[in-house]
Protein backbone atom coordinates (compact mmCIF):
# COMPACT_ATOMS: atom_id res chain seq x y z
CA UNK A 1 0.00 0.00 0.00
CA UNK A 2 1.75 3.49 -0.79
CA UNK A 3 -0.53 6.71 0.51
CA UNK A 4 0.03 10.22 -1.85
CA UNK A 5 -0.20 13.37 -0.20
CA UNK A 6 -0.10 16.21 -2.37
CA UNK A 7 1.31 20.11 -1.53
CA UNK A 8 2.35 22.89 -3.39
CA UNK A 9 -0.80 24.06 -4.51
CA UNK A 10 -2.80 27.71 -4.05
CA UNK A 11 -3.10 30.68 -5.92
CA UNK A 12 -1.62 32.47 -8.35
CA UNK A 13 -1.66 34.88 -10.93
CA UNK A 14 -1.20 34.12 -15.13
CA UNK A 15 2.45 33.48 -15.97
CA UNK A 16 3.61 32.45 -12.59
CA UNK A 17 4.92 29.31 -11.14
CA UNK A 18 3.83 26.66 -8.48
CA UNK A 19 5.66 23.68 -7.88
CA UNK A 20 3.50 21.13 -6.38
CA UNK A 21 5.09 18.19 -4.36
CA UNK A 22 3.85 14.35 -3.75
CA UNK A 23 5.07 12.92 -0.69
CA UNK A 24 4.82 8.96 -0.50
CA UNK A 25 4.66 6.56 2.41
CA UNK A 26 4.11 2.94 2.63
CA UNK A 27 6.05 0.94 0.39
CA UNK A 28 9.48 1.38 -1.85
CA UNK A 29 8.29 4.60 -4.12
CA UNK A 30 11.23 4.24 -6.69
CA UNK A 31 9.22 0.64 -7.25
CA UNK A 32 5.80 2.65 -8.87
CA UNK A 33 5.54 4.44 -12.08
CA UNK A 34 4.03 7.93 -11.29
CA UNK A 35 1.67 10.49 -12.99
CA UNK A 36 -0.34 14.23 -12.57
CA UNK A 37 -3.95 14.24 -13.00
CA UNK A 38 -6.31 17.29 -13.09
CA UNK A 39 -9.78 18.00 -12.45
CA UNK A 40 -12.06 21.09 -13.05
CA UNK A 41 -15.18 21.69 -12.33
CA UNK A 42 -17.26 20.35 -14.61
CA UNK A 43 -14.67 18.68 -16.81
CA UNK A 44 -13.47 14.95 -17.16
CA UNK A 45 -9.95 14.11 -15.30
CA UNK A 46 -7.45 14.94 -17.51
CA UNK A 47 -3.60 13.73 -17.85
CA UNK A 48 -0.88 16.58 -17.01
CA UNK A 49 1.90 14.28 -16.91
CA UNK A 50 3.99 10.69 -16.26
CA UNK A 51 7.43 9.45 -15.30
CA UNK A 52 8.87 6.22 -14.57
CA UNK A 53 10.53 4.77 -11.74
CA UNK A 54 13.71 5.86 -13.19
CA UNK A 55 12.86 8.90 -14.86
CA UNK A 56 13.85 8.00 -18.55
CA UNK A 57 10.14 7.39 -19.21
CA UNK A 58 8.66 10.70 -19.23
CA UNK A 59 5.45 12.27 -21.10
CA UNK A 60 3.29 15.29 -20.93
CA UNK A 61 -0.19 16.20 -21.62
CA UNK A 62 -0.54 18.70 -25.25
CA UNK A 63 -1.75 21.44 -23.05
CA UNK A 64 1.12 21.65 -20.52
CA UNK A 65 3.96 20.17 -22.75
CA UNK A 66 6.85 23.21 -23.04
CA UNK A 67 5.25 24.54 -19.65
CA UNK A 68 5.11 21.85 -16.76
CA UNK A 69 8.34 20.00 -15.54
CA UNK A 70 7.84 16.64 -14.17
CA UNK A 71 10.67 14.93 -11.69
CA UNK A 72 11.10 12.39 -8.44
CA UNK A 73 13.72 11.92 -5.94
CA UNK A 74 12.96 8.57 -4.91
CA UNK A 75 15.73 8.82 -2.03
CA UNK A 76 13.23 11.18 -0.73
CA UNK A 77 9.97 9.30 -1.86
CA UNK A 78 9.39 12.36 -3.52
CA UNK A 79 7.76 13.32 -7.00
CA UNK A 80 7.29 16.87 -8.16
CA UNK A 81 5.30 19.07 -11.11
CA UNK A 82 7.24 22.44 -11.80
CA UNK A 83 4.65 24.79 -13.55
CA UNK A 84 5.36 27.11 -15.29
CA UNK A 85 3.94 29.64 -17.05
CA UNK A 86 0.37 29.28 -16.23
CA UNK A 87 -2.46 29.92 -17.90
CA UNK A 88 -6.44 29.92 -15.92
CA UNK A 89 -7.12 26.86 -18.02
CA UNK A 90 -4.65 25.23 -15.89
CA UNK A 91 -7.03 26.08 -12.89
CA UNK A 92 -7.84 22.45 -11.40
CA UNK A 93 -7.45 20.27 -8.60
CA UNK A 94 -4.59 18.64 -9.52
CA UNK A 95 -4.23 14.86 -7.84
CA UNK A 96 -0.55 12.31 -8.30
CA UNK A 97 -1.12 9.00 -9.12
CA UNK A 98 0.99 6.02 -8.56
CA UNK A 99 1.04 2.32 -10.27
CA UNK A 100 2.45 -1.34 -9.50
CA UNK A 101 5.03 -0.79 -12.48
CA UNK A 102 8.21 0.54 -13.39
CA UNK A 103 6.76 1.89 -16.26
CA UNK A 104 4.81 5.50 -16.79
CA UNK A 105 1.42 6.15 -18.50
CA UNK A 106 -0.90 8.44 -19.52
CA UNK A 107 -3.70 6.22 -18.39
CA UNK A 108 -5.61 7.10 -15.25
CA UNK A 109 -7.03 3.57 -14.91
CA UNK A 110 -4.00 2.66 -15.04
CA UNK A 111 -3.18 4.07 -11.48
CA UNK A 112 -3.66 2.21 -8.32
CA UNK A 113 -2.77 4.56 -5.51
CA UNK A 114 -4.06 8.32 -5.40
CA UNK A 115 -3.76 11.58 -3.48
CA UNK A 116 -6.43 13.73 -1.98
CA UNK A 117 -5.42 16.27 -4.91
CA UNK A 118 -4.04 19.87 -4.13
CA UNK A 119 -5.80 23.43 -5.56
CA UNK A 120 -4.26 25.23 -7.94
CA UNK A 121 -5.95 28.44 -9.04
CA UNK A 122 -4.65 30.45 -11.53
CA UNK A 123 -6.07 34.27 -12.11
CA UNK A 124 -6.54 36.17 -14.96
Known amino acids: QVQLVESGGGLVQAGGSLRLSCAAS????????MGWFRQAPGKEREFVAT????????YYGDSVKGRFTISRDNAKNTGYLQMNSLKPEDTAVYHCAARRSYTSSRHYNEYDYWGQGTQVTVSS
Open 51 to 58: ISWGGGMI
Open 26 to 33: GRTFGNYG
